[in-house]
């Protein structure tokens, strides 16, 4: 069983439609959990971090961690062509620079006009 | 600023020859990680350089070895290249006493072994 299992898609989505990203994993020790964006053939970016449970909310982007059921889900309201990549969970056990991360598989989303 | 760099763009290479890949950390960053990643795959980490040492490694075998320079910057060689080996390698900077959501990804070199 992988650290952390995610829905590979692809998921289609009309514009402005509010997409549901999500993620689980097994190893309790993981504290920070990151979602990443990754255009076709270029590096994964920094969308969100949060740490333990809990929501956070940047502009039409909502993540939430909830530790008890290991499940970690990323939201994207009225979404756009644009936001049409694919979205990485991450997670680590600790807060550092010198944390290996632990990602999912990767969800491609597709973002129709 | 710029960012953190890798090279080649992408290469192709024979199964059984060795390969070198280059990456250039963020400015001020000191440590270097690399990552696999698949087709179709979320990247798995390889291993991590700081002070121009290997701190930790991943699930991979001594054919992947690296190297940091004293300016930060950090090479991964791969000997006797299998099919299996293609994939998307990724090089992440960050400091050592940074966050470990402050991690940047270059936009990676892709290797293809035929």
Known sequence: QK???QDPGPLSVPEGAIVSLNCTYSNSAFQYFMWYRQYSRK?????MYTYSSGNKEDG???AQVDKSSKYISLFIRDSQPSDSATYLCAMSEMNTGFQKLVFGT?????VSP | DAGVTQSPTHLIKTRGQQVTLRCSPKSGHDTVSWYQQALGQGPQFIFQ????EERQRGNFPDRFSGHQFPNYSSELNVNALLLGDSALYLCASSLRQGRAYEQYFGPGTRLTVT
């Open chain 1, 106 to 110: 990767g969800t491609r989303l597709l």
């Open chain 1, 43 to 47: 590096g994964p970016e920094l969308l």
């Open chain 2, 49 to 52: 350089y700081y002070e121009e």
């Open chain 1, 3 to 5: 650290e952390v299992e």
């Open chain 1, 60 to 62: 039409r982007f909502t």
